[in-house]
């Protein structure tokens, strides 16, 4: 289990970083800590977590999975072994994580959500804090294969006109890492210019520069490459990528429109994003090639996410223990020339069906 270093900080991570958010929902907090104990059995340092989890979000889970992560750390008396990162809402209306009001990436509510999850997880600092999703009018995930008009400045007409400034989000984490509560700052679901506009306050002295950025990167969504990964690779903004098997559908579970029981997307019917036109196809021509290299077809999906040069840690998910070694075991698969050119051939003609 190799190790990178996250941006430009003194932190070394492991190229596999333990996703977290179906604990308190679809799994019990025995479940959570199995799966830390395997991972860190594994040499895994590195945990990523939110206060909006467990997925699907709802009031009366919301928060669990950091309980989950902090009886565990209380029981190993690891605090010191574990890198912790933790996510802050964006903007919402919904009102249960603020007392019943909407949330905005204010010093107010900033601070509300730092302590609340610092509290669940019984640590008195978080190693890594990142904004969940952007406060701006921009599509989910920042990065769509098109958009139908350009995201609207806050000054311009019809665009909220209480949109927080960058400047004056960013500069409530400079004072969370001066009262030692984070000691670093990373974005997700972030766009090209949001990482440019947060390093560039940063360049002004404003706040702590961004060291990761936390967005969907699989087999069916690409969008990364198009701007983000110079981005990212020429000002040394790490990615640590989310749902390197689309929400399960790169594995072969739903081939041909099987929703297996116990399944997330039988449970939630949340796989809308993908389950777009021509996803389904273009999903089965991955998982077809990977049985070809006689790879199961989990372990080819993940093995070509932390293969990428961009990359620093493949942030993977599971429900099971046998998914979770799969998960784990990627990290040994040599991915091959032959591999690359293979799936490269296919998103040539599929593009990017899932951002």
């Not at 600092?125 to 400045?153: F, M, S």
């Not at 007409?157 to 670093?184: Q, Y």
Request: overall charge neutral; glycine content about 8%.
């Amino acid at each position: 289990m190799h190790k990178r270093r996250l941006g430009r900080t003194d932190l070394l991570v492991t190229q596999i970083c333990l996703g977290t958010m179906t604990w308190g929902q679809q799994n019990t907090e025995a479940d959570g800590h199995a799966q830390m104990n395997l991972a860190f059995s594994r040499g895994v340092n590195f945990i990523d977590t939110a206060e909006l989890y467990p997925i699907p979000p709802k009031a009366e889970t919301q928060g669990r999975t950091e309980k989950i992560i902090g009886s565990w750390m209380k029981a190993k008396g690891n605090r010191d072994k574990v890198i912790l990162a933790s996510k802050v809402v964006g903007r919402t209306a919904n009102g249960w994580f603020r007392g019943d009001r909407p949330s905005q990436l204010v010093r107010a509510d900033i601070f509300d959500a730092i302590d609340k999850s610092l509290a669940k997880l019984g640590t008195d600092y978080l190693d890594l804090y990142q904004i969940h999703w952007p406060e701006r009018d921009i599509p989910w995930g920042a990065n769509p294969t098109r958009v139908g008009a350009v995201p609207r400045r806050a000054d311009s007409v019809g665009a909220p006109t209480d949109e927080t400034p960058i400047a004056e989000t960013l500069a409530v984490f400079d004072e969370l890492m001066k009262v030692g509560k984070i000691r670093h700052f990373g974005l997700s679901n972030e766009s090209s210019w949001g990482v440019m506009r947060f390093l560039a306050e940063a360049d002004k002295g404003i706040g702590p520069r961004v060291a990761s950025i936390q967005n969907a990167y699989n087999l069916v969504n690409r969008t990364f490459e198009v701007n983000l990964a110079e981005v990212c690779e020429r000002e040394q903004v790490s990615l640590l990528p989310y749902s390197p098997l689309a929400q399960g559908y790169l594995t072969g579970k739903y081939d041909h429109g099987a929703r297996p029981p116990g399944s997330r997307t039988q449970l939630f019917n949340r796989g809308q994003r993908y389950e777009t036109p021509n996803a389904a196809e273009a999903q089965l021509e991955y998982i077809e090639l990977a049985r070809s290299f006689g790879l199961e077809p989990a372990l080819f999906a993940n093995a070509y996410v932390s293969s990428r040069p961009f990359v620093t840690a493949n942030i993977v998910g599971a429900t099971t223990l046998a998914q979770l070694d799969m998960a784990l075991s990627s990290v040994d698969v040599v991915w091959t020339e032959e591999m690359q050119k293979a799936v490269d051939a296919i998103h040539q003609r599929v593009g990017n069906p899932c951002p």
